[in-house]
């Protein structure tokens, strides 16, 4: 099968030419010839699968045809995600699939200032790709006129639910016109989202892009048994001695984020954070310049990250496991994607065995636990405010098992990782060999058990 043969007209099939594509993904073998025949569609897709171009291209055909028409400026397409990441993304794809068709798609999300969006939603767009909070204010201050839309879509729908914008986009919803073809995008079905389909939806194809073309097969995972407090020098280490050279790393807060980009950049790597609080200007410059290779490490938070669309990522680094099982199933959507291989490395600490777990039972099998190798414990890489010792500046430069330093950095003696059992904030007593040879896994697996008394995270799956 290929693209020429789902319908697409000649200015489309020419756009995904040049994007290299010659084969639709399963997704879009779907979704494609179902939108341009007009029906509703629930789809079951991660970041990663082609979703973008399975409702991207057969909307703008549909719009291109649309002989009812007039001159009017208001959107007659509405994609609503869930981060402003994703919205520019689906925004550009958009603009770049049609970009030999006379149609306009505009992106609006908050954290930036509404006045210039005020002013180009005046000039008029066909496709409109938003956040739902800025659409609603502008909504409400009537510089959006939504009773023109014919297309709604709704791009992560699940993440967005989780984001707490359910009722923003039932208010949405009531300013489009009754009539109109709906396109609900998810990687999750809760009842949630299967009850918002339900009322949203008529009579919609369901499509579920099977687990085996899912790009998660694609992925190689492993995880690393690591003490809290020497994640930063494993992962100093991982980078150096795998010569990555673009690795997304995901932290659980914003805090985190920071501190760790901080950390990486004083091992030498270059690093940069991409979490909510910097401005839409730092995080656009920060991914683009992860994405040109000017920057090696991206530290992300979670809903930051969400969507991110980085091509062919090599590898991706859960530093802290997800509290939500559903999430290291989307953090590790980012790389082996498109049908190249990529990695999935997660940093676990013995307080984080019960994520551990909840993530393996969603995914239906085990992530395998490998060595952890020898690293050195790294003055250059500081520690967090809590395991610094008075004796901080006598240490040099570590060496590989250089006793002095990881003496000091971890208060036992090691540049071992994996030595396990011990919570972040205790010392382990199991890590006394100054020359550092790890074997990870089964030991501080099982003894991870305990760790997780310190799991305040675990409740929502117990
Ligand atoms: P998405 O799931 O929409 O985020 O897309 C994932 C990635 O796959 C993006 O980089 C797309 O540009 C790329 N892509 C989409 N469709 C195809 C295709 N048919 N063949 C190869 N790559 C594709």
């Keep these: 099968m290929s693209f020429s043969d789902l319908g697409l007209m000649p200015e489309l099939l020419r756009a995904v030419a040049d994007k290299g594509y010659d084969t639709p993904s399963p997704i879009q073998l779907q979704a494609i010839p179902a939108v341009l025949s007009g029906r509703d569609v629930l789809a079951g897709a991660q970041t990663g699968t082609g979703k973008t171009a399975g409702f991207v291209l057969p909307i703008l055909q549909l719009l291109h045809a649309d002989t009812t028409h007039t001159n009017s400026r208001a959107p007659r397409a509405l994609v609503l995600t869930p981060t402003r990441e994703l919205a520019a993304q689906v925004a550009e794809s958009s603009r770049n699939y049609g970009k030999y068709l006379q149609l306009r798609t505009y992106q609006i ?3 930036v200032s509404i006045n210039p969006q005020m002013t180009a939603l005046r000039n008029g767009c066909d496709i409109l790709v938003a956040t739902p909070g800025r659409l609603l204010d502008l909504a409400q201050q009537r510089a959006v006129d939504l009773s023109k839309v014919q297309v709604l879509v709704l791009d992560e729908a699940d993440r967005m639910l989780d984001m707490g914008f359910i009722p923003d986009i039932r208010r949405i919803i009531k300013l489009l ?8 995008f998810s990687a999750t079905y809760s009842d949630d989202i299967r009850g918002l389909a339900e009322r949203l939806l008529h009579n919609p194809l369901s499509i579920q892009v099977a687990a085996r073309n899912s790009p998660i097969e694609l992925v190689e995972q492993r995880a690393y048994r690591v003490q809290k407090e020497h994640k930063r020098h494993l992962l100093v280490h991982l980078i150096q001695e795998g010569k990555w050279h673009q690795v997304l790393i995901f932290t659980r807060t914003k805090h985190g984020a920071n501190r760790l980009t901080q950390q990486l950049e004083s091992a030498g790597i270059q690093a940069a954070a991409i979490h909510g609080n910097k401005s839409q200007g730092a995080r656009v410059k920060a991914l683009d310049m992860f994405k040109r290779g000017q920057v090696t490490a991206l530290v992300a938070t979670e809903v930051a990250a969400r969507g991110l669309d980085i091509k062919e990522l090599p590898q991706v680094v859960n530093y802290e496991l997800p509290n939500v099982p559903e999430d290291y199933v989307h953090r590790i959507g980012r790389t082996g994607r498109a049908g190249s291989a990529g990695e999935a490395i997660s940093l676990v600490s013995s307080d984080e065995s019960g994520l551990l777990r909840d993530i393996e ?15 050195k414990i790294l003055d250059s890489v500081p520690a967090p405010a809590q395991f610094q010792r008075p004796s901080h500046g006598a240490s040099r ?5 250089e006793r002095p330093d990881s003496r000091r950095a971890t208060g036992s003696g090691t540049g071992h990782a994996g030595s396990g059992g011990s919570g972040g904030s205790r010392h382990s007593g199991g890590s006394r060999h100054g020359s550092a040879v790890s074997r990870s896994g089964s030991g501080a697996g099982s003894s991870g058990n305990s760790g997780s008394r310190g799991g305040q995270t675990r409740g929502r799956f117990n």
Excluded: D, E, Y
Excluded at 177 to 184: D, E, S, Y
Excluded at 397 to 401: L, T
């Design 109 to 111: 999300f908050g954290g």
């Design 177 to 184: 016109p009754q009539k109109r073809q709906n396109l609900l």
């Design 361 to 375: 039972r969603v995914l239906r099998r085990a992530i395998p636990t490998v060595n952890t190798p020898i690293f």
């Design 397 to 401: 430069q570590g060496s590989r098992g």
